[in-house]
């Protein structure tokens, strides 16, 4: 299975920006990398993904390595509402998007 | 909102019991999962369900069933419950088989006395 290692917690101000790193050196070339968020008391939610290009929506930017085997997640103005646990996540055996243990990012007032 | 609806919200019964959760997936998505929230163990996927048919397995116990509905609504099934299943059960829902984006409900919470 692939296997993707995050940062346990990050903080940031609020209004700044927010890197949040992931390493997926084990993934597959033809998997595309996911991010979803969990905030308190509520299911995951997706954030955004991609493949090898760098990817913008309204929540995030996704930032791809050239050889794939890392990602960024970027919040551009962090807020109190992004308060929540990051998760990069990768496939496993079963083709199964696999969840690690994320990273809790705690947005500073 | 997701759009994907899980009954109930909580559910506390006791050992050796048997529940059932209930999932409706976001309109027009065909396929759902279902993954355990715990605290030491995080979210790991049970199964995914696609058009009626299962899809893939991944953790899930043998005391453990699941089945979706032609209505496209699926069910788990907890039975001989033990302490250590008291977790958070999510329903997730996506348009296709690939695991693409996937759209979580907001859980039951499972608590067994």
């Known amino acids: 299975d692939a296997k993707t290692t995050q940062p346990n917690s990050m903080e940031s101000n609020e209004e700044e920006p927010v890197h949040l790193p992931c390493n997926h050196s084990?993934?597959?070339?033809?998997?595309?990398i996911h991010w979803y968020r969990q905030l308190p008391s509520q299911g995951p939610e997706y954030v955004i993904h991609?493949?090898?290009s760098n990817v913008n929506n309204r929540m995030a930017s996704l930032a791809i390595a050239e050889d794939r085997k890392s990602s960024t997640l970027i919040l551009h103005r962090a807020t109190l509402r992004d308060a929540a646990v990051y998760y990069c996540?990768?496939?496993?055996?079963?083709?199964?998007?696999?969840f690690g243990s994320g990273t809790q990012l705690t947005v500073l007032p | 909102d997701s759009g994907v609806t899980q009954t109930p919200k909580h559910l506390i019964t006791a050992t050796g019991q048997r529940v059932t959760l209930r999932c409706s997936p976001r309109?027009?998505?065909?396929?759902v999962y279902w993954y355990q929230q715990s605290l030491d163990q995080g979210l790991q996927f049970l199964i995914q369900?696609?058009?009626?048919?299962?899809?893939a397995k991944g953790n899930i116990l043998e005391r453990f069933s699941a089945q979706q509905f032609p209505d496209l609504h699926s069910e788990l099934n907890l039975s001989s419950l033990e302490l250590g299943d008291s977790a958070l059960y999510f329903c997730?829902?996506?348009?296709?088989?690939?695991?693409?984006?996937?759209?979580f409900g907001s859980g039951t919470q499972l608590s067994v006395l």
């Open positions: 997730a829902s996506s348009v296709g088989a690939s695991n693409e984006k996937l759209f």
């Open positions: 084990t993934i597959s070339g033809t998997d595309y």
């Open positions: 991609g493949l090898t």
């Open positions: 996540t990768s496939r496993g055996s079963a083709r199964q998007l696999t």
């Open positions: 309109s027009g998505d065909l396929s």
């Open positions: 369900y696609y058009n009626g048919e299962e899809r």
